[in-house]
């Protein structure tokens, strides 16, 4: 029972009391009842925040000391991270912030690796990660760190690589 509802019942249960002993009677049951009513206010949702990342930000950084590059093309409107992981995406080397319409490239990559992404809407910094309409996949094939890389995030009938979905990361 809330506060107000409790003052609400208090008050109805003195009054009845008080009432009862000044007529010199003893309390004892009437036909009148009670109402005790509640209200409740709703309160408006909190309109949805579109946070987003600084174009090319590295986000997240663990490792950096390779000579590979990856030139990133993001020709969709919607932003995405790309994930730089030796193996586990939860792990990377790094993930780079792009947004929609936009380029950027990650240097110092090492090794053979692999590349994820992340999409979606209103990027969270805390958990590196979107809060809204969220899409995570990766590269098939592996990179090599030896080389320089540029890919292009847009699906496109003329390209060479392929990309699949993957469980969050």
Known sequence: MSNRQWYAVSAIAAALLVGGCESGQSASPTSSKAKV??????????????????NGAVVQQDGLVGAGTLEIENGNAGDVAVVVTNGDPKKPQATIYVQGNSNATLSGIDGTYYVYMKSGKDWDQATLGFTRDRDFSKFDDSFDG????????????????STSDVPSF
Do not use: C, F, H, M
């Not at 009513?37 to 600084?54: D, G, H, W």
């Not at 030896?146 to 690589?161: F, H, K, R």
């Open 37 to 54: 009513t509640t209200t409740t206010s709703t309160v408006p949702p909190a309109p949805l925040q579109n946070r987003r990342a600084e």
């Open 146 to 161: 030896d080389s320089d890389w540029t890919i292009t995030l847009q699906p496109s009938v003329t390209g060479n690589a």
